[in-house]
């Protein structure tokens, strides 16, 4: 079985990827617009999106959206990046 990694840090971008940051320190990206268009992340398609926070180590949005660490985890490509030192990739 898999550990399972909570989400320490998240920073969104305009473009719908979400820089990720997880408890063992890696950092990965999650690029949500394969799902954008679904319920009920549908209705982030306005500045919600931008809203994103960590809780629970997970990420949330405002409405009560969030999205499984797990999901974030498997569907998501590592990056070398810091954190501060990451540009929005458009």
Same mark, same amino acid.
């Given at each position: 079985m898999k550990e399972l990694l909570d989400?320490?840090?998240?920073? $969104?971008?305009?473009?719908?990827?979400l820089l990720l940051e997880f408890e063992n320190g890696e950092k990965r990206l999650f690029d949500m617009k394969y799902i954008i268009d679904k319920? $009920?992340?549908n209705r982030l398609k306005n500045s919600s999106f931008m809203a994103a926070r960590v809780e629970h180590g997970t990420v949330v949005w405002p409405g009560n959206i969030d999205i499984a660490p797990e999901t974030l985890y498997d569907k998501s490509v590592g990056v070398q990046q810091t954190m501060d030192s990451y540009h929005d990739p458009e």
């Open positions: 989400i320490v840090q998240v920073k $969104p971008y305009a473009n719908y990827q319920r $009920p992340f």
